[in-house]
Each structure stands twice: as structure tokens, then as C-alpha cells.
């Protein structure tokens, strides 16, 4: 008896933090799951009810915005994480040398990140602005990049990189000064260069940070949409359209709870098994 008592200890304590877990996060699923399958719509209150996999049907088979709206996610996660991951590193690797005002330039790299989203979407709105924006210096006072259809993706593209570039620098310093110093020394010694010392020492022990970084970044890009609705609220033509700003168009603002529940299903889904095979490919947490 009192080893068993014993054995329920541990369950016991972490009880709390279980309970925690399916209250805010189990039931939201649950609850998501639930309306994706019925008709739930505000504005055509008498035509709600159960629907099955209608929604998922119109979803797959009919919508072409879904469609759009996905292809364009990938496209912006994949440009987003790739210069995200590129600038990051080299400024993980600047900051990372000894050099006078050091401190003053590591808290100047990564000051964006503390900015909100919202603040930093208005402060490039403000830069954009036709006639008062930066763009007066380069010689095109009246261009709205933000209204063009072939410049809205590159300016949405620098402003986000602005402000996810410092997360990446964050972790891969950190990354960096965890790595021994005397495997440099070593590697110096057996006659190694600047770029395989960069190679074979610091990319393999930056492996787990690069990982994590990634993965993290992919899933809050994948989920973007206070920068993408400030900027350009899914436009022009939907051209900016994500798949988590096209269930806030049909959710929130066409008051379709039931297809929204569907959309949002899709990206749980699609998330869901994107991360688990990133995480296997890349061997996280295993040997280097």
C-alpha cells in the first residue's frame, strides 16, 4: 500500500500543471474541432447546424482563395525563415567579437524584438507612406509599395525581417558562447582556416539553436497576421492573403465561425505534421 501511495506521488504533483494543459489547450482544440464541423454562422443564423465534412469539402474542392492563401503561407515562411536565419547568424557572429561598445551594439541588434507588433507595423507604415516615407530619398516620393501588387510582397518581406531577425540572433549567441573555446584553439593548431573552423566547429555545435530558431519562427510566421493585416490587411487583390488572415476575414469579420473552425483546423493539421517531420529530419536533441 504505501508503495503504491509512493508511485502516485508524482502524478499528484504534476496533476496541476495537467489540468493547466487540457484547459487551455485541449479544450481549445476540442472546441475548434467541433465547430469545424457544424454551420455556424452569425449572419445566416437559421441555416446553423450540423454539417459533417462540408465545410472541409468546400474548403479542398471549391475555395481557391484556400488555396492561395496556403501557397502564399509557404512562400512567405520559406523567404522569411531562410533571411531570417542568414542575417541572424551573421549578426550573432559579429556581436560575438570583442570590440569596444559591444554591449551598446548587442542591445542596438536586439532592441526590435522587444517592440510590439502593431508598433513596429506603424512604424513602417510610416516609412512607406507615399510623399513623406523613406522612399523620397531614393527618388520615388509617390510609389506605394504597399498598394503595388509586385512591391507589396518585398516590403512586407524587409519589415518582418526587421523585427524576427534579432530572435535569431539571440538564440545563436547564445549558442555560440556555449561553444568551448578550446575547440578553435584546436582547430587552429591542426592548421584550420577562419571558414572550416565556421564549418566543422561552430555549425555543428549551432545545430540544436538553428533548429529550435527555425521551428519556432516558422510556426509564429505561419500564424502572422498582426503585421500582415496592419500593413496590408491581406491585399491588394489578396495578394498578401496568409492562411491565418484569411480565417480572421472569415471568422471575425463574415462572422463564419463554422468554416473559420474548418480553415483553422487545416493549419493545426498542416503545422502539426510539418514540425514532427522537421523534427525527425533534423535529428533534434540527438548526436551531432
Same mark, same amino acid.
Given at each position: ?5 509512493? $508511485?502516485?506521488?508524482?502524478? +499528484? ?31 445566416? =443564423? %437559421? ?5 459533417? &465534412? ?9 475555395? !481557391?482563395?484556400?488555396?492561395?492563401? &496556403? ?8 523567404? !522569411?525563415?531562410?533571411? #531570417? ?25 536586439? *532592441?526590435? %524584438? ?9 512604424? %513602417? ?14 527618388? $520615388?516620393? @509617390? ?5 503595388? =501588387? @509586385? ?19 539571440? +538564440? ?12 578553435? !584553439? ?17 555549425? =555543428?555545435?549551432? $545545430?540544436?539553436?538553428?533548429? +529550435?530558431?527555425?521551428?519556432?519562427? *516558422?510556426?509564429? !510566421? ?8 496592419? +500593413? ?5 487583390? #489578396? ?9 480572421? #476575414?472569415?471568422?471575425?469579420? *463574415? ?16 503545422? &502539426? ?16
Amino acid at each position: 500500500m504505501a508503495t503504491t501511495r509512493h $508511485r502516485a506521488v508524482p502524478y +499528484l504533483l504534476i496533476s496541476p500543471t495537467v489540468a493547466l494543459i487540457a484547459a487551455f489547450l485541449v479544450y481549445p482544440i476540442g472546441s475548434v474541432a467541433y465547430y469545424s464541423l457544424q454551420h455556424r454562422n452569425l449572419t445566416r =443564423p %437559421w441555416a446553423d447546424g450540423f454539417a459533417g &465534412l462540408d465545410n472541409f469539402r468546400q474548403m479542398i474542392f471549391e475555395d !481557391e482563395l484556400f488555396w492561395h492563401s &496556403l501557397g502564399f503561407t509557404a512562400e512567405w515562411v520559406i523567404v !522569411e525563415i531562410a533571411l #531570417q536565419l542568414v542575417l541572424g547568424l551573421a549578426l550573432a557572429l559579429i556581436v560575438h567579437e570583442s570590440f569596444i561598445g559591444r554591449g551598446l551594439a548587442r542591445s542596438l541588434v536586439f *532592441s526590435p %524584438w522587444a517592440v510590439s507588433g502593431v508598433l513596429t507595423t506603424g512604424i %513602417w507604415i510610416l516609412l512607406y507612406t507615399p510623399g513623406t516615407g523613406v522612399l523620397r530619398f531614393l527618388g $520615388r516620393p @509617390e510609389a506605394a509599395v504597399l498598394g503595388n =501588387p @509586385e512591391t507589396v510582397f518585398p516590403a512586407v518581406v524587409v519589415a518582418e525581417l526587421w523585427r524576427g531577425v534579432p530572435f535569431f540572433a539571440i +538564440l545563436l549567441l547564445a549558442g555560440l558562447q556555449g561553444i568551448p573555446g578550446e575547440l578553435y !584553439e584546436a582547430a587552429s593548431v591542426d592548421g584550420a582556416g577562419r571558414l572550416r573552423r565556421f564549418r566543422h566547429v561552430t555549425l =555543428p555545435h549551432l $545545430r540544436d539553436a538553428i533548429v +529550435l530558431a527555425t521551428l519556432l519562427r *516558422s510556426v509564429w !510566421e505561419f500564424n502572422n497576421v498582426d503585421l500582415l493585416y496592419t +500593413l496590408t490587411g491581406g491585399g491588394p487583390a #489578396q495578394v498578401t492573403t496568409t492562411l491565418p488572415l484569411y480565417v480572421a #476575414q472569415r471568422a471575425v469579420d *463574415s462572422k463564419d465561425f463554422g468554416y473559420g473552425s474548418a480553415l483553422t483546423m487545416a493549419g493545426f493539421v498542416i503545422l &502539426l505534421f510539418c514540425s514532427i517531420l522537421y523534427l525527425r529530419l533534423s535529428r533534434f536533441g540527438g548526436e551531432r
